[in-house]
């Protein structure tokens, strides 16, 4: 299939101005660099990249990256997001500004002709977050296109089976993140505040959380009904289970987010399910289906009616994870005074 024109015409441009590559230097990046602050040299997904400046027309896929962009004040690096229009509260946060401020460029899949429409230099996106090999938009497809990329910690391959992800501990990878891009835009001061607000969030909620009666057994839920998707070891939710109180019946899954089978939930008994609620189908949705389903009626999360919902971006790699700890956590210790 023949380029778009724009794509045509854009590609030559980006060929010569990717990020980190050697252009002509305008004012501020002579400060930056005599100031020291570059180049800076990270490491995202074992792939070392150095910088010789910020990136400036960033585009983000999924909610979760744009709103890491977001709380570390980066709007003005944006050239726009790429989100569908999730259910959840974007009102609440503390970067809500960042929806009204930088444009939502679309609802469906990121494509390499919407960068190129952009302008984009850099795009923070995640393997099964944007990244695909099967649709043939991927970093090295990008970097051929003279654009530079950052891959979501949280998704990185792991080094077992192809579609496997995660290479540390869940909060450890936002975290990571977090470090990365403050070095990446010299937001240095900004990433490690929000660390430690992070960190001192779900100590606080760990603080709360009883060390009597045991931990309940969790299952997250996020789709499925053939096969349910859930959290395996390296997803948001096995560190919101784990700091919350709970432990997640998945956690042996050296993965992030996969499929299993009911038998395998059902031989679990989890107490207590966590429903992920977003897209077409909602939670109250969700729920009809798990206390309707024969095979789980003696479990005892459905037996009890033990089912709670947290929304999409809280249970992927975001800024809202520790608060989705605090909540959990709430949670959990009702269900131990029961």
């Known amino acids: 299939m023949r380029a778009p024109r724009t794509a045509v015409a854009l590609l030559a441009a980006f060929a010569l101005t990717g990020c980190g590559a050697k252009v002509a230097e305008g004012p ?23 910088y010789d400046k910020a990136p400036q027309r960033v585009v983000t896929n999924d909610v979760n990256m744009a709103e890491i962009m977001f709380a570390l004040g980066l709007e003005d690096h944006m050239a726009g997001y790429v989100a569908p229009d999730y259910k959840g509260d974007r009102i ?13 460029l679309s609802k469906k899949e ?18 099964n977050y944007g990244f695909g090999e099967g649709s043939g938009f991927t970093p090295d497809a990008l970097k051929k296109l003279g654009v530079g990329s950052y891959v979501l910690t949280e998704s990185c391959h792991n080094g077992g089976s192809s579609k496997a992800r995660g290479v540390m501990p869940p909060l450890d990878a936002l975290y990571t993140d977090l470090e990365n891009l403050g070095r990446i835009f010299d937001v240095e001061d900004r990433a490690a505040k929000l660390i430690v607000d992070s960190k001192k969030q779900v100590a606080e909620a760990q603080a709360q959380v009883s060390q009597d ?28 289970i784990a700091k919350a109180g709970g432990e997640n019946v998945m956690k042996g899954l050296k993965d992030s987010w996969t499929e299993v089978g009911w038998e395998t939930v059902v031989e679990r008994a989890p107490d207590v399910i966590v429903i992920n609620n977003y897209g077409d189908v909602s939670a109250e949705q969700k729920k009809k289906f798990l206390t309707s389903y024969p095979p ?13 919902v947290l929304d999409y971006v809280d249970l992927v790699e975001s800024p809202r994870n520790p608060a989705a700890v605090a909540a959990l956590a709430g949670y959990l210790k009702e269900v131990r005074s029961r």
């Open 213 to 240: 009666g045991g931990r309940p057994k969790v299952f997250l839920y996020d789709s499925g009904q053939d096969k349910p998707t859930t959290a395996g070891a390296f997803a948001a939710p096995h560190d919101i």
């Open 110 to 127: 990121i494509t390499k002709e919407l960068v190129l429409d952009a302008k984009a230099d850099w795009v923070f996106a995640g393997w």
């Open 92 to 104: 609440s946060v503390p970067w809500k500004d960042g929806y009204s401020t930088v444009k939502w």
């Open 296 to 308: 789980l009626a003696d479990v005892p999360a459905v037996k009890n009616d033990r089912i709670f």
């Open 28 to 50: 501020d990046d002579n400060t930056a660099k005599a100031s020291g602050r570059y180049p800076v040299t990270i490491e995202n997904c074992g792939v070392k990249t150095t």
